[in-house]
């Protein structure tokens, strides 16, 4: 089993920058995807992937909606996996997620259906 937890969401207002992290537990033999997915408020509204990374190596990816503003990373040694979130909009006010799924994240990584562990996530808000 997996066990994802994150932290580190909050208010803040537009222009400004939060980091998320996800405590990652369990069997996560490489290789393993890790993904930030988001969910905005309202009814249907769907799970959005946001970025992904590969435990096993190759390029991190970010969705065109956050690329220049978000950043994905990991830290092996703390299994950790974060997310930098600058220049945020009242766009990226949503639930955001940790979600993972044994071995490569492949070119579908942004449907959350493939996913088998996910967090309880953290919520983002940001106010104009």
């Known amino acids: 089993q997996v066990q994802l937890v994150e932290s580190g969401g909050g208010s803040v207002q537009a222009g400004g920058s939060l980091r998320l992290s996800c405590a990652v537990s369990?069997?996560?033999?490489?290789?393993?995807?890790l993904a930030w997915f988001r969910q905005a408020p309202g009814p249907g509204e769907e799970r959005e992937g946001v970025?992904?990374?590969?435990?096993?190596?190759?390029?991190?990816y970010h969705a065109d909606s956050v690329k220049g503003r978000f950043t994905i990373s990991r830290d092996n040694a703390k299994s950790t996996l974060y997310l930098q979130m600058n220049s945020l909009k009242p766009d990226d006010t949503a639930m955001y997620y940790c979600?993972?799924?044994?071995?490569?994240?492949?070119?579908?990584?942004?449907?959350?259906?493939?996913?088998?562990?996910w967090g309880q996530g953290t919520q983002v808000t940001v106010s104009s």
């Open positions: 979600a993972a799924k044994r071995g490569w994240c492949g070119k579908s990584w942004y449907s959350p259906g493939g996913y088998n562990y």
């Open positions: 970025a992904v990374i590969n435990t096993g190596g190759g390029n991190p």
């Open positions: 369990g069997r996560t033999y490489s290789p393993f995807c």
